[in-house]
Nanobody, 113 residues
Framework: VQLVESGGGLVQPGQSLRLSCSAS????????MSWYRQAPGKERELVAL????????EYADSVKGRFTISRDNANNTVYLQMNSLKSEDTGVYFC???????WGLGTQVTISS
């Protein structure tokens, strides 16, 4: 199993970023996928979840209305569109195969003016 995140960076508050996670080594189209994040000094937290077909999504209260999780099963990729970013969104963002202990290495997102 391999999960590779990309798309992180340094942006100002109010701006947007789109994270991508490329998956391989398992049947991606049958797998619910998720995004987690870990802020400095804090525990890793669930940000968003999407079912295998993409029909159902769930979000942490802190990101509802600002973040959107989506997937492209033809290309084994899950995305996280992040809008109206805030300083408290800063952290390392990880992609995870929901039902298994399989994680990517993460991508750093920093929101700062």
């Amino acid at each position: 199993v391999q999960l590779v995140e990309s798309g992180g960076g340094l942006v100002q508050p109010g701006q947007s970023l789109r994270l991508s996670c490329s998956a391989s080594g398992f049947t991606f189209s049958s797998a619910a996928m998720s995004w987690y994040r870990q802020a400095p000094g804090k525990e890793r937290e669930l940000v968003a979840l999407i079912t295998s077909g993409g029909g159902t999504t769930e979000y942490a209260d802190s990101v509802k209305g600002r973040f959107t999780i989506s997937r492209d099963n033809a290309n084994n990729t899950v995305y996280l569109q992040m809008n109206s970013l805030k300083s408290e969104d800063t952290g390392v963002y990880f992609c995870k195969w929901w039902a298994h202990d399989a994680w990517g290495l993460g991508t750093q997102v920093t929101i700062s003016s």
